[in-house]
């Protein structure tokens, strides 16, 4: 990070776990949350992909604690929770254990499966909802050469 580095009027920082794989990119990431939180900016974390976690998993750690909002699919959260060792199988059960490592929200999409969001230990299901193409069995506006 240069001197006199300055993040001004963020409310929100957004890093993928991408941005976590080396130095120093990790410490920019690290340097760039720590001043954007004492300016009153949110983090958000995106998982990215399954095969990183792993990589990441010490930089997402040190992360997880200032997060407000956390971001995945549910691939990787099958992949976090067999990587930080946890047991069920529930995607409800798993979006708990994730809720307890953030002060904020964590939501992980599932496709046409519903996403889910969880706070506090609250886990809540959205419906995804079909899409014209699903409903009609279509698409709409795409010739066909």
């Known amino acids: 990070m ?10 929100m920082v957004y890093i993928t776990s991408f941005v976590l794989t080396s130095q120093p990119r990790i410490a920019t990431a690290e340097a760039l949350t720590e001043k954007a ?3 009153g900016a949110r983090l958000c974390l995106n998982l990215s992909s399954v095969g990183l976690l792993q990589k990441v998993k010490e930089s997402l750690m040190n992360l997880l604690p200032k997060c407000s909002f956390l971001f995945g699919n549910r691939g990787e959260l099958h992949a976090f929770a067999e990587l930080m060792g946890w047991t069920s199988d529930s995607d409800v059960d798993m979006m708990r254990c994730l ?8 939501v992980i ?11 506090d230990g609250d886990v809540q299901l959205f419906p995804v909802p079909q899409s014209l193409e699903q409903k009609t069995g279509h ?3 795409i010739n066909k050469i």
């Open 2 to 11: 240069t001197p006199g580095f300055q993040c001004v009027e963020a409310s």
């Open 37 to 39: 939180l004492l300016q």
């Open 99 to 106: 809720a307890t490592l953030l002060p904020g929200m964590a």
């Open 109 to 119: 999409t599932a496709g046409a499966e519903p996403t889910m969001v969880a706070v």
């Open 139 to 141: 698409v709409v506006g």
